[in-house]
């Protein structure tokens, strides 16, 4: 295999890194309410989880 001729800075590979770090979160929409919510979590606006009451919110 070839070899590098020079060392790559610790900046350098930081940065290479880091141009793949930035990504939108993704949602999932409550389908009661139509309010976004990271997926597989309960939502925090109603409280629910897979069409179930799971924790009681104060609207």
Do not use: C, W
Not at 14 to 31: I, Q
Not at 43 to 54: C, D, H, S
């Amino acid at each position: 295999m070839a070899q590098p001729k020079r060392k790559h800075s610790k900046r350098r590979s930081a940065t290479r890194r880091g141009a793949n770090r930035f990504k939108a979160p993704l949602l999932a929409k409550d389908s009661t309410d139509g309010s976004v919510h990271m997926p597989h979590r309960v939502n925090p606006a109603n409280g629910m989880y897979r069409g179930r009451q799971v924790i009681e919110v104060d609207l």
